[in-house]
């Protein structure tokens, strides 16, 4: 999607933006749910306590994001030096703090939300220098991300799947794979998008990854702590899904949205005159 912005395709009605906004929305609803419904699942309360007990985690992680997203927009302060240096390492830094923290309190679906929620505001009140902070992160994500993944398909033994499972799990994923594109589709029927574009942004939507190899084992690890067999059959069931939702979805969506975003999306016209004037130059070189 980076790629498609930079190119310039779609960026006149804000596509690349649009999706990456929706995108980090999305996975505030996913982690919140998810650790609502973990929580149901594993407590001892009532129902109606532990709806509310999600509740509770995004009201703490925006609070605690909105609190801490306003302190690193100020401190440091702009005239230190290694200013770039210092806002990286403090986002990673709060970053690792609030999700080990939340954990610790019996709130971790909080953890997730602060950090989106602090590097957002962040990012609002550093402007034009959040690209040179955002390199350096990018940095820590190339390094950290195999890990991430590594570790999901390390709980995964493909030959203690069930065929029936798994075939449970593909057609779940497939349902809720059409059922998103097309409620994607009739959201942005009334956004003042073409159908070529709205076409793009509701496959655009279909890569899942990064939130299920974040999660993805929490059911698991969670079942085994209470050292039910039943439990850990069902985390296993849910880490599955993670598995093949990455595993199908990810390349496949990254195969589509490189295919249809030259195709489908319009170009900006800036870009075009750009690259009009670099091929003058180097037919007159």
């Not at 929580?39 to 992680?61: D, H, K, P, W």
């Not at 039943?230 to 899904?241: N, P, S």
């Not at 004037?277 to 070189?285: A, D, R, Y």
Request: net charge negative; glycine share 12%; aromatic share 10%.
């Amino acid at each position: 999607m980076l790629l498609l912005q930079g190119g310039g395709y779609g960026v006149e009605k804000g596509v690349p933006t649009l999706l990456m906004a929706a995108g980090s929305f999305d996975d505030i609803l996913a982690i919140t749910g998810f650790n609502t419904c973990l929580g149901m699942a594993f407590s001892t309360g009532s129902t109606v306590f532990n709806v509310f007990r999600g509740v509770l985690e995004v009201v703490i992680g925006v609070a605690t994001g909105c609190l801490l997203g306003f302190f690193i927009q100020y401190f440091p302060s702009s005239d230190q030096a290694q200013l770039v240096w210092k806002r990286a390492f403090l986002v990673l830094g709060l970053s690792v703090l609030a999700v080990f923290s939340s954990v610790y309190f019996g709130f971790p679906g909080s953890g997730g939300l602060c950090t989106l929620v602090m590097a957002f505001l962040a990012g609002l009140g550093w402007t034009s220098k959040k690209a040179e902070v955002e390199r350096i992160i990018a940095v820590a994500w190339d390094i950290f991300q195999p890990l991430l993944f590594g570790l999901i398909g390390a709980e995964v033994s493909v030959a203690s799947l069930r065929p029936e499972t798994v075939g449970l799990c593909v057609a779940t994923l497939g349902i809720a794979v059409l059922i998103r594109i097309l409620t994607t589709f009739l959201m942005v029927c009334f956004a003042g998008f073409n159908i070529k574009e709205k076409i793009f942004i509701s496959f655009a939507w279909l890569p899942k990854a990064t939130v299920q190899a974040a999660i993805g084992s929490v059911a698991l690890d969670t079942a085994r702590s209470h050292g039910e067999k039943q439990l850990e059959e069902y985390g296993m069931d849910v880490l599955t899904v993670a598995f093949l939702a990455i595993l199908i979805t990810a390349p496949i969506g990254s195969l589509l949205i490189g295919l249809l975003g030259p195709k489908l999306l319009q170009k900006a016209e800036h870009q075009n005159e750009d690259e009009e004037v670099q091929g003058e130059t180097s037919i007159q070189v």
